[in-house]
């Protein structure tokens, strides 16, 4: 049976991998300006890091201060937001830029309680912009390094539940070498990313292998474990594209729903699959179409997306109307040639593109 390694020598080991063997190269390594840390790590919130690069720089490049990003169009930053998901960040990331420029004279905060304290920030991503800003001795747990220490150490508590999370927190905290917080930090989610991978771990020239827990049970695939089984919400979307006189009706999401903030068409949802005959009559209802006085141009393939919580599933259906509607004071109509303009959400998006590589939208 493998021998855990002392808590010392965990991170010395760590430590020399970092020095000897990680050229893992990103932009904000070694960054000590707070304000591109904290982006950073809203950036990387259930994102990976390739993904998330380029959305990096080019945030960085439109908004280089945090005052630059506080006086954003929201439009303009949910544009270059476009396609990362989870636009709950790109809401807080704007709030928070406001209220440090404006309640804080544009000053980051400097303390790890006032840094939690900020919208959109947890226990992970104040610890990440502790360390690397400021060098204070708070531990970060995220994925990689909830797997690293799953399996070196041999814990079986879920990682969701209350006393795994408890655990992990302890140990992560007991295994950081307080005076250098940040460096160590960075170590240990790069060793989880590039040696202790969730699928395919190089195992062969680990530094902790002789004491890895996990790999003497041959355990690796199983952890770290996970109680709880996500079942996905299943959504039916139904988008009507109105066109009159070369105008289409969006308008922005305010609801609390997913994509708040990010345009849409007209949308009716549904409990299930519909038909467009059935669809009709609640367009009509609603005073989006006139009876006889519209045409259905297109119906769509159907579009699937699979986020966190929910799956979605549905059509877009093309309507010229040759009456226009009396639509409520949140819509607009907008000419084709400015829906490039607008950050949509991907779903939309995608048929978007698909149309423009086809001919055109009607």
């Given at each position: 049976m493998a021998q855990k390694p002392a808590k010392k020598s965990f991170s010395a080991t760590l430590l020399k991998w970092n020095s000897v063997k990680?050229?893992?190269?990103?932009?904000?390594?070694?960054?000590?300006?707070?304000?591109?840390i904290w982006l950073s790590e809203i950036i990387l919130q259930q994102t990976r890091v390739e993904q998330g690069l380029g959305y990096y720089q080019r945030m960085v490049k439109a908004f280089p201060t945090i005052k630059n990003l506080a006086k954003a169009d929201d439009?303009?930053?949910?544009?270059?937001?476009?396609?990362?998901?989870?636009?709950?960040?790109?809401?807080?990331?704007?709030?928070?830029?406001?209220?440090?420029?404006?309640?804080?004279?544009?000053?980051?905060?400097?303390?790890?309680?006032?840094?939690?304290?900020?919208?959109?920030?947890?226990?992970?991503?104040?610890?990440?912009?502790?360390?690397?800003?400021?060098?204070?001795?708070?531990?970060?747990?995220?994925?990689?390094?909830?797997?690293?220490?799953?399996?070196?150490?041999?814990?079986?508590?879920?990682?969701?539940?209350?006393?795994?999370?408890?655990?992990?927190?302890?140990l992560a905290q007991d295994l950081l070498d307080v005076k250098r917080p940040g460096l160590y930090n960075q170590a240990i989610m790069d060793f989880g990313a590039v040696v202790c991978k969730p699928v395919a771990p190089v195992c062969t020239g680990c530094?902790?292998?002789?004491?890895?827990?996990?790999?003497?049970?041959k355990k690796v695939s199983q952890w770290p474990v996970k109680s709880k089984t996500l079942v996905l919400k299943q959504r039916w979307f139904y988008f009507l594209i109105l066109s009159f006189?070369?105008?289409?009706?969006?308008?922005?999401?305010?609801?609390?729903?997913?994509?708040?903030?990010?345009?849409?068409?007209?949308?009716?949802?549904?409990?299930?699959?519909?038909?467009?005959?059935v669809l009709a009559?609640?367009?009509?209802?609603?005073?989006w179409v006139i009876a006889?006085?519209?045409?259905?141009?297109?119906?769509?393939?159907?579009?699937?997306?699979?986020?966190?919580?929910?799956?979605?599933?549905?059509?877009?259906?093309?309507?010229?109307?040759k009456k226009k509607p009396a639509l409520s004071a949140d819509w607009k109509w907008v000419s084709f040639d400015t829906l490039d303009q607008l950050a949509f959400p991907q779903f939309i998006n995608q048929h978007l593109k698909a149309s423009s590589r086809q001919a055109s939208l009607f």
């Open positions: 990680n050229d893992r190269k990103m932009p904000w390594k070694g960054e000590k300006d707070p304000y591109k439009n303009q930053v949910f544009k270059l937001w476009e396609g990362l998901g989870y636009y709950s960040r790109c809401r807080n990331l704007l709030a928070t830029a406001r209220f440090i420029a404006n309640e804080r004279k544009g000053v980051f905060p400097s303390t790890y309680e006032e840094i939690l304290a900020l919208k959109g920030v947890g226990s992970y991503t104040a610890a990440a912009i502790a360390s690397f800003a400021y060098n204070l001795p708070y531990a970060v747990l995220d994925g990689n390094v909830f797997r690293v220490l799953a399996r070196v150490f041999g814990i079986e508590l879920p990682i969701d539940s209350k006393e795994g999370k408890k655990k992990f927190s302890e530094p902790f292998s002789k004491n890895c827990v996990a790999l003497a049970k006189r070369g105008r289409v009706a969006v308008r922005v999401r305010e609801q609390k729903d997913i994509w708040q903030g990010l345009y849409e068409f007209p949308l009716l949802e549904t409990t299930a699959a519909a038909t467009w005959s009559r609640q367009a009509e209802k609603k005073g006889k006085h519209y045409q259905t141009e297109q119906v769509s393939a159907l579009y699937r997306q699979s986020l966190s919580h929910q799956s979605i599933a549905g059509q877009f259906i093309h309507v010229t109307v």
